[in-house]
T-cell receptor
């Protein structure tokens, strides 16, 4: 079993829909990262969080440390949000080695 | 600020050849790392460094070598390329606190094919 599991693996939605991508992990962590990989391949960091909630524009990330679960929400989705979203954790053990989920491929249709 | 510069973008090697993937950052980041990305596998850590002169192995280090002689540069060497090393490679860097990585800045990737 992977230490970091994302769901769903693939998600297709219509423009304007509210999107939720989930990330569950099985180890103790000091931080969780959400990354976005564009269709061209480039990867950007969206959020790094260790508790609570962070918001940037239409993106919201939440984390529940007790339940070992994080969600990434996109409000008023747009075709330009189409990308692969990747969850990664900084574990307490081996904290310098990030562990990545397999990614969620999101497609937003106009 | 160029951010993280990774070269080359594409490379084709024959089995047994060696090559170096270059990674440079101009943000004075202490933490630098190399990943490979394969279909269905997600990103996997090859090697990382928490500062000049300090490197360590990640999840999949075999067949790869790194060095960190300066803060800016973190080259990845393939010693004797094998078809199993066909992949997309990403370099990333970040500030670190207590040698722990912060938000990662990624290079644009290198698509390597070994025939």
């Amino acid at each position: 079993k992977n230490e970091v599991e994302q769901s769903p693996q693939n998600l297709t939605a219509q423009e304007g829909e509210f999107i939720t991508i989930n990330c569950s992990y099985s180890v103790g962590i000091s931080a969780l990262h959400w990354l976005q990989q564009h269709p061209g391949g480039g990867i950007v960091s969206l959020f790094m969080l260790s508790s609570g909630k962070k918001k940037h524009g239409r993106l919201i990330a939440t984390i529940n440390i007790q339940e070992k679960h994080s969600s990434l929400h996109i409000t008023a989705s747009h075709p330009r949000d189409s990308a692969v979203y990747i969850c990664a954790v900084t574990p307490f053990q081996g904290a310098q080695k990030l562990v990545f989920g397999q990614g969620t491929r999101l497609t937003i249709n106009p | 600020n160029a951010g993280v510069t990774q070269t080359p973008k594409f490379q084709v090697l024959k089995t047994g050849q060696s090559m170096t993937l270059q990674c440079a950052q101009d943000m004075n980041h202490e933490y630098m790392s190399w990943y490979r990305q394969d279909p269905g596998m997600g990103l996997r850590l090859i090697h990382y460094s928490v500062g000049a002169g300090i490197t360590d192995q990640g999840e999949v280090p075999n067949g790869y070598n790194v060095s960190r002689s300066t803060t800016e540069d973190f080259p990845l060497r393939l010693l004797s390329a094998a078809p199993s090393q066909t992949s997309v490679y990403f370099c990333a860097s970040s500030y670190s606190r207590d040698r722990l990585p912060s938000s990662l800045h990624f290079g644009n990737g290198t698509r390597l094919t070994v025939t």
